[in-house]
């Protein structure tokens, strides 16, 4: 199975790293504005992670797709206020009555910065290797699943066959997880293109990555095909975006309220103060997406039982977290989905803050002695001690442990916290701790097919922990044509899924980001990531 960082690291932050001098590129103000776009200039950006992994296809994170957003493009988009799938390199598509196949229709004058042209054999080229590499793109692969293959029927035309029906595939080609790739980039190994060596037809050209430290983009001067949700068709407007890993959550506001960054991606909730007191402008974006949980890992013998399992979401006070680590900028999660994603089920009489029913479902798990320290144990004499890693001390994530290790021990649980330097970089079910949290943004409720599939990797860890009923559901998930259907069937996996407490939702994220006052056209996808194509100052 491939290694991932627990996404812990994507809410926590981690050491400061020095910002080197350079241009700005945020010299126009408002005479410029009225002027409307210039070219040239430097965007710098401050990103506050650096995944590791710039392939499309392999990494999730959102640090990694926003920097696929620039490089490389897609057969189709989605807009962020209706949801509704755009023609972009597919100008237009035709869909099976059983949805099994779906026949593209591509762009004529498209090509890879490479100067290599965009055509049929490409498209089938990039879906046969995401198959491939099977488990290094779990996600991408899932969005696959069912896979028959590819038939170029002519250069503008491809027709991609499934063994059943999918309804999720045409969103699918909207994510930088199908971000196409040249071919040459695809005779890379997996490991090429994780470090960078990426060859797509987007606005911007990767030209260099040193880890933990900057990605460089230069601007395509032939760009011509612009996503239809851009403003912005042709070539860029900054000639070059420097992008610098800021990885502490006060360091990355502060660069930006005293102008050493133009952009700053992604921002603590605790920092949007900063931005506010500033001249900079902060963006949020509700995000389509599972609600940030905590995990419990159903392989450690803690939590086999689960009574114990749905114990730890009965002593969680969602208000109170939000109100008390997150300043209010957050909703509680009502549901296993966030309120803004197609499948959301509001289910908030499934997430009550209930104590007492907390003990009692722990007493049906075996913690039936509590010691003298309010710790319960079961009939082997065995603490209920679980316990969670995470990277950065005096982070909001810390915050929220800490918070959420008060809440449970009123019931029994002494959740143990376990800072570390480092993420840990372990194969799956290797860790030595008991807990976790992620997030996986989506605008479809397959986004749960993702997440709770045993097929390949998945983000709760039950791939060898499989649920036959759950992994039926997920299936007829992504067969299910008929949206009322689809519906029904999502809100049938949501409530599994939290009977059996393989998820504690704490919170709807709503993603930050900012700009600085003389950056103009700044505006973000339907997952909140930054469209540089469209900036200018």
């Known amino acids: 199975m491939s290694k991932r960082r627990p996404t812990l690291t994507a809410l926590a932050a981690g050491l400061a790293l020095l910002l080197a001098a350079c241009s700005s590129g945020t010299a126009g103000g408002e005479d410029s504005a009225s002027a409307g776009p210039t070219t040239g200039g430097t965007l710098r950006v401050g990103f506050s992670d650096d995944t590791g992994n710039y392939d499309p296809q392999q990494r999730p994170q959102l640090h990694a797709r926003t920097i696929s957003r620039q490089i490389t493009d897609t057969l189709t988009d989605q807009d962020p206020e209706t949801g509704e799938i755009l023609p972009w390199l597919a100008t237009h598509w035709e869909i099976s009555d059983d949805t099994t196949q779906f026949t593209f229709t591509l762009r004529d004058d498209v090509t890879f910065s490479d100067g290599t042209p965009f055509d049929a054999e490409v498209v089938k080229a990039n879906l046969d290797r995401v198959v491939e590499i099977g488990p290094l793109a779990y996600v991408a692969a899932g969005y696959l699943r069912g896979y ?310 998945n983000q709760s860890f039950l791939y060898d922990n499989a649920d036959p009923e759950l992994d039926q559901l997920l299936g007829t998930l992504q067969t299910t044509v008929d949206p009322a259907e689809r519906l029904k069937v999502s809100e049938q996996v949501q409530r599994l899924i939290l009977e059996r407490g393989y998820t504690v939702p704490l919170y709807d994220l709503t993603q930050y980001t900012a700009h600085a006052a003389g950056v103009q056209g700044y505006h973000t996808d339907i997952e909140g990531k930054p469209l540089f194509v469209d900036a200018w100052s």
Request: no cysteine; proline share 5%.
């Open 148 to 457: 028959v293959g590819s038939e170029v029927l002519d250069d503008g035309r491809v027709r991609v066959t499934f063994d059943q029906p999918n309804a999720q595939f045409l969103q699918a080609t909207a994510t930088q997880s199908l971000g196409l790739l040249s071919l040459d980039t695809l005779a890379l190994s997996p490991e090429e293109v994780a470090a960078g060596n990426v060859v797509g037809t987007g606005p911007y050209v990767l030209d260099s990555y040193v880890p933990d430290q900057s990605i460089t983009l230069t601007a395509r001067e032939d760009y011509d095909w612009g996503s239809p949700l851009y403003e912005n068709r042709g070539r860029a407007y900054y000639d070059t975006v420097e992008v610098s890993f800021i990885p502490e959550a006060t360091t990355l506001a502060g660069s930006l309220a005293s102008g050493q960054i133009d952009v700053a991606y992604i921002l603590d909730a605790a920092s949007a103060d900063t931005i506010e007191a500033s001249d900079a402008e902060l963006v949020s974006t509700a995000m389509p997406a599972i609600s940030i949980p905590i995990v419990p890992f159903v392989y450690r013998d803690v939590f086999a039982d689960e009574h114990t399992r749905r114990a730890l979401s009965l002593a969680t006070d969602r208000q109170a977290i939000v109100d008390t680590v997150f300043q209010g900028r957050y909703e509680p999660a009502t549901g296993v989905l966030t309120t803004t994603n197609p499948g959301y089920v509001d289910l908030s009489d499934e997430l009550t803050y209930d104590p007492d029913q907390a003990e009692t479902e722990l007493e049906q798990a075996g913690w039936t002695e509590v010691g003298s320290d309010g710790i319960r144990t079961n009939a082997a004499g065995e603490r209920l001690a679980p316990s969670i890693e995470y990277v950065g001390s005096g982070t909001s994530t810390e915050a929220l442990l800490q918070l959420l290790q008060q809440q449970w021990k009123q019931v029994g649980i002494d959740l143990v916290l376990k800072p570390v330097a480092e993420a840990s970089e372990d194969a799956l079910h290797q860790h030595d701790y008991d807990l976790s949290t992620w997030s996986q943004t989506r605008a479809d409720p397959d986004v749960l097919r993702t997440v709770y599939s045993s097929f390949y990797e």
